[in-house]
């Protein structure tokens, strides 16, 4: 099992900066997969982007490529989610993902809004 804690999210205005954290309660090389998806109003959730512990290229939408990164801190026990030239299109409740074999956990949610 793990918890994660999320922080981060705000208001912010189209073409502005926003960074995601999460923090684990597990280290992160005993998680096969972090990331994050987002669940816009009415719509289904959505991969954001995901990374895996164990080394590789982060994966990321089409929608947000280039423009947000993922990436995480062992130390720390945290990824984080850099999310820079922001759009109304990005405004969604962006959720923090584990996965650990078959098992998906999930942090509580955070608001992200992007004004035009």
């Known amino acids: 099992q793990v918890q994660l804690v999320e922080s981060g999210g705000g208001l912010v205005q189209a073409g502005g900066s926003l960074r995601l954290s999460c923090a684990a309660s597990?280290?992160?090389?005993?998680?096969?997969?972090v990331g994050w998806f987002r669940q816009a109003l009415g719509k289904q959730r959505e991969l954001v982007a995901t990374?895996?512990?164990?080394?590789?290229?982060?994966n990321y939408a089409d929608s947000v490529k280039g423009r947000f990164t993922i990436s995480r801190d062992s130390a720390k026990n945290t990824m984080y989610l850099q999310m820079n030239g922001l759009k109304p299109e990005d405004t969604a409740v962006y959720y923090c993902y584990a996965n650990i074999g078959f098992q998906d956990y999930w942090g509580q949610g955070t608001q992200v809004t992007v004004s035009s």
């Open positions: 990374i895996r512990t164990g080394g590789g290229s982060a």
């Open positions: 597990r280290n992160l090389f005993t998680i096969n997969v």
